[in-house]
C-alpha cells in the first residue's frame, strides 16, 4: 500500500509538472514535498519514479504514442498521460519491480483517478509495452 501511495504522488506531480517548465520542475519537487508529512519510504520511492519519468521523457513519449495507435500522449487526458508515463518508466527502467505489478497499479490509480475507461485504455497500452519490453 505504500507504493500505491507513492505512485499517486508521482501522478500528482507530474500532472503539475505538465504546467512547468524543466528549471521549474526540479524546484518544483522540493516545493512539492515541503508540505507533506509522508513516510521517507514513501517520499524516497516516488522522488526516484518522478526523477526518472522526466528524465527519460524523450523515450518514454514516443514509446506510449506507438502502442496507443493515433493517440499522441499531449492529445490524451492529463491524468491518462502521466499514469502511462510513470508506469512505462516502471516497465522499462525499472526491471525491479514486476510488469504484473506496474499494470495493476496504473489500472486501479486510474479507476481512482480517472475513468472507467481510461482504466481498459492504460491497460491496453501497458500490455502492449510490457510484452515487447519482455521479448
Known amino acids: 500500500m505504500k507504493r500505491r501511495k507513492a505512485r499517486e ?3 500528482q506531480y507530474l500532472f503539475q509538472a505538465d504546467f512547468l ?3 521549474q520542475r526540479k524546484n ?3 516545493q512539492f514535498w515541503s508540505d507533506k508529512k509522508e513516510d521517507p519510504e514513501v517520499a524516497e520511492f516516488a522522488t ?3 526523477k526518472g519519468t522526466l528524465a527519460r521523457l524523450d523515450e518514454i513519449d514516443p514509446e506510449i504514442e506507438k502502442a496507443a495507435e493515433h493517440w499522441a500522449p499531449d492529445r490524451m487526458a492529463a491524468v491518462d498521460r502521466n499514469i502511462l ?3 512505462v518508466y516502471e516497465l522499462i527502467f525499472r526491471l525491479d519491480i514486476p510488469s504484473a505489478v506496474t499494470i495493476n497499479e496504473a489500472i486501479e490509480i486510474a479507476k481512482k483517478y480517472s475513468t472507467l ?3 481498459s485504455f492504460i491497460n491496453g497500452i501497458l500490455d502492449k509495452i510490457a510484452r515487447k519490453v519482455k521479448k
Open 21 to 23: 517548465d524543466k528549471k
Open 117 to 119: 475507461e481510461s482504466a
Open 85 to 87: 508515463r510513470f508506469a
Open 9 to 11: 504522488y508521482v501522478l
Open 28 to 30: 518544483g519537487l522540493e
Open 48 to 50: 526516484d519514479l518522478i
